[in-house]
């Protein structure tokens, strides 16, 4: 598979932001401005908290509106004495399709670890969900050109034990941590090299045919005026976007970048 067969697939990460209320007014804003042209170009999703999930889903499936619902985090067992976490079960019966693994917040803020962020991988695609694994430098290695050593350390440990044919269907997402919410984004050729990284490792592990089919977003500051410069690049198959995804008005920009 060429990069051209890759569905571009952009996807708002609302972190911890939008009461279920906002949450609603945002989605139904958000299918105002887009329409079925959108769609068929774009693989639209957004990730509210899990308090807006129940809210969001019922809003979707209601209007038939055509956008994936998908989780900011979940737990890799199916129940139990886990106070305050969230099961893939859980997730799967909201209809949720995607599930950010690994995000650079909860690695550097809540303890995740690749072993914790390979769990949780196997958990997602066990439950016929799609994760969106989160891997990244920080501007610290990205100084001392360990960009490429720790992204392709993060990819081997969240895909370990992960079989060929559940891999092609994922998505990874480069985020420099020092693009995240800085304003500052990596350049086009930069993340797209380190994508292309990110993809030979991938071959490395799991061969041509399916490190082709897996598509890497870029994410950090992406805004609707960078997008298109993004989207350009041959290994760039879409964004994740947190902040500029907030607003419907800039993520529907996003959305229809090129358009
Ligand atoms: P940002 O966040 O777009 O606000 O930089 C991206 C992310 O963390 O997914």
């Known amino acids: 598979m060429s990069e051209g067969t890759r569905r571009p697939i952009i996807a708002g990460n609302w972190k911890m932001h939008h009461t279920h209320l906002e949450a609603i007014q945002?989605?139904?804003?958000?299918?105002?401005?887009?329409?079925?042209?959108?769609?068929?170009?774009?693989?639209?999703?957004?990730?509210?908290?899990?308090?807006?999930?129940?809210?969001?889903?019922?809003?979707?499936?209601?209007?038939?509106?055509?956008?994936?619902?998908?989780?900011?985090?979940?737990?890799?067992?199916?129940?139990?004495?886990?106070t305050g976490e969230v099961s893939p079960t859980m997730l799967a019966k909201?209809?949720?399709?995607?599930?950010?693994?690994?995000h650079s917040e909860r690695r550097q803020l809540f303890g995740e670890t690749d072993e914790t962020v390979n769990r949780k991988v196997k958990a997602v695609l066990a439950h016929g969900m799609t994760p969106i694994v989160c891997v990244g430098e920080t501007l610290e290695e990205r100084e001392a050109g360990e960009t490429a050593a720790k992204v392709d350390g993060q990819v081997r440990g969240a895909f370990e034990g992960v079989k060929a044919a559940d891999v092609a269907a994922t998505v990874v997402a480069y985020e420099p941590i020092w693009a995240i919410g800085t304003g500052r984004t990596a350049t086009p050729g930069d993340a797209d090299e380190t994508i292309g990284v990110i993809r030979g490792t991938l071959r490395d592990l799991f061969g041509g045919p399916t490190s082709s089919a897996v598509r890497i977003?870029?994410?950090?500051?992406?805004?609707?005026?960078?997008?298109?410069?993004?989207?350009?690049?041959?290994?760039?198959?879409?964004?994740?976007?947190?902040?500029?995804?907030?607003?419907p008005d800039d993520f529907a920009r996003i959305v229809r970048y090129g358009a």
Request: aromatic share 8%.
């Open 94 to 102: 909201l209809n949720v399709s995607f599930v950010i693994v690994g």
């Open 26 to 82: 945002v989605v139904q804003k958000l299918s105002y401005r887009l329409d079925r042209s959108d769609y068929e170009r774009v693989e639209v999703v957004v990730c509210p908290t899990f308090t807006s999930l129940r809210s969001v889903q019922t809003v979707l499936e209601s209007d038939r509106i055509p956008i994936a619902l998908g989780a900011q985090d979940v737990h890799w067992e199916e129940k139990g004495a886990f």
């Open 217 to 247: 977003q870029y994410g950090g500051s992406v805004n609707p005026g960078n997008i298109a410069d993004l989207m350009a690049m041959p290994e760039i198959d879409g964004a994740l976007v947190g902040g500029a995804s907030l607003d």
